[in-house]
């Protein structure tokens, strides 16, 4: 259900299976809503710390797991935005599977959006969501994206990021990320120019706005 919290920011959490367009979509949604101040937040600058461990230890460990993301932080700059107050990201980078040392700056905005794999299986996260979305995406055509992302955007070779998909991404996408579609508001299919899911969407963003 919606909710109207006692705050000055709604807060848009974005799920889905990995390679789903749950980025795509929030872009897309931030442009809708441009006449308004928005942030976007993206789950992938929240993994766990793990550069004690070397590159091969690593690429074993299962990122399609909630336990690689700390919460704890997201939770506390969630709450910072909400009360006005700036954050600093270090972006992720998943050639190396470390936080870069680039510094992303997100400034406070009257609409945070928060888009990620495991956002609707958190509940603090769901706590404090007005608005929760789930983008629902055919599996052959999410992991065909995936694939093609793995292999030109984060290097990695065919044979590996077809073996991470098999063993780690569909397994938990099946156990995890797929199941908590339930405590959706919005099940959203996801295709290009899907204007209807949009216009209800922003219907329901001028409600909470007016409220």
């Known amino acids: 259900m919606i909710k109207f919290l006692e705050k000055d920011s ?7 299976g990995a390679a789903s367009g749950k980025t795509t979509f929030s872009k897309n949604l931030m442009k809708l809503v441009k006449n308004y101040s928005v942030s976007l937040l993206s789950l992938d600058n ?43 990201q270090r972006k992720y980078d998943f ?13 406070p905005a009257k609409i945070i959006i928060i888009e990620g794999l495991f956002l609707l299986e958190i509940k603090a996260i769901r706590e404090l969501s007005n608005i929760k979305i789930y983008i629902e995406t055919d599996d052959d055509i999410r992991f065909i994206r995936r694939l093609n992302r793995d292999v030109k955007e984060r290097k990695r ?16 996408h099946d156990l995890i990320i797929k199941p908590s579609s339930r405590f959706a508001d919005l099940i959203i299919p996801y295709y290009d120019g899907n204007d209807v899911a949009m216009g209800l969407l922003l219907t329901s963003i001028k409600g909470l706005l007016q409220r």
Do not use: W
């Open 157 to 172: 070779t065919e044979k590996f990021a077809i073996h991470q998909y098999l063993t780690m991404v569909k397994p938990m």
């Open 10 to 16: 709604i807060v848009i959490s974005v799920a889905g």
């Open 46 to 88: 929240y993994y766990k710390d793990f550069s004690d461990l070397s590159f091969e230890e690593r690429a074993k460990i299962n990122f399609d797991n909630p336990d690689t993301i700390d919460v704890d932080l997201l939770i506390k700059h969630i709450k910072m935005l909400i009360n006005n107050q700036e954050v600093q």
């Open 95 to 107: 050639t190396l599977n470390l936080h870069s040392q680039e510094l992303i700056t997100i400034k």
